[in-house]
């Protein structure tokens, strides 16, 4: 299994303004395209690394997860995650667009419980289809996920693009360029909390693109700004997950106690 995401994409500070241009633009699609916007927020999870929000749609239950990148709420977040039970997934899905990289997240977290995930289609797999499609020219993974030292012998040429000192990552002054001429982009879902995800999509519109991570939005909104396939996940066991993440654990360790990966293609869309 290989849509978990353990890297960073910037550090988990406040942003200190609100979603502008073509993010803001993405915030709004994702938002309008919410296939249960009028749901009702019933609980939140909140632990060090990140979000649940389950909600009540017409006697069915969804739930939707996101990641924190370390970003810890203030007191107002705190009294804000209280007062968000009984409201919209929509109304919370509008924190997207806030100043503060919690709201942020906690914005992504109901924008994904208001999706419903569609049906994973067979042998479509995040790492397997970057190894296939890099034979030729050169592949970027945004953010350092476990497959990253098994692609690199897979593909032709990998860059790592990667804002933490780590092995064998790419110099950011490089990654324009590289985006340019790519022929496949790997990028991290979390890329929508830092307000980076548009900027990859426009650097690279000739790569084959795949979304990855459990902060990855299953919508077809990502289809039309240039990915082509989006690797996320949908929570089956709410209970031990949520309690999960309340006790701070990693994705890796609380997948296994009730997340399955759901991988789209935009041709399967």
Not at 142 to 164: A, D, Y
């Amino acid at each position: 299994m290989t849509h978990q995401c353990s890297h960073h994409d910037g550090p988990a500070l406040p942003l200190d303004r609100p979603a502008q241009g073509s993010e803001r633009q993405l915030a709004n699609e994702l938002i309008d395209a919410l296939d249960r916007p009028a749901a009702t927020i019933a609980e939140i999870a909140v632990g060090a690394h990140f979000i649940g929000i389950r909600a009540d749609a017409d006697g069915s239950v969804c739930a939707g997860l996101a990641s924190t990148l370390g970003a810890g709420p203030s007191a107002d977040e705190r009294q804000l995650v209280d007062q968000l039970v009984g409201k919209s997934l929509k109304e919370a899905a509008g924190l997207l667009k806030t100043s503060s990289a919690f709201s942020i997240s906690l914005g992504a977290a109901a924008l994904n419980a208001g999706i419903v995930p569609p049906e994973s289609q067979p042998g479509l797999e995040a790492s397997t289809i970057m190894a296939e499609k890099g034979q030729e020219g050169e592949t970027v993974l945004v953010g350092e996920f476990p497959f990253v030292n098994q692609l690199r012998q897979q593909v032709k040429t990998l860059h790592l693009f990667e804002l933490r000192d780590v092995p064998g990552a790419t110099s950011p002054a490089e990654w324009d360029a590289i985006l340019g001429r790519c022929q496949v982009l790997g990028l991290t879902g979390t890329t929508l909390l830092t307000r980076a995800m548009t900027a990859y999509l426009g650097k690279a519109p000739q790569a084959y693109t795949i979304v990855i991570g459990p902060t990855t939005p299953l919508s077809p909104v990502l289809f039309s700004h240039g990915a082509d396939v989006l690797a996320g996940c949908r929570i089956v066991s709410i209970g031990p997950v949520f309690e999960g993440i309340r006790k701070g654990l990693s994705f890796r360790a609380f997948k296994k106690l009730g997340v399955e990966f759901v991988a789209w293609s935009k041709n399967g869309a």
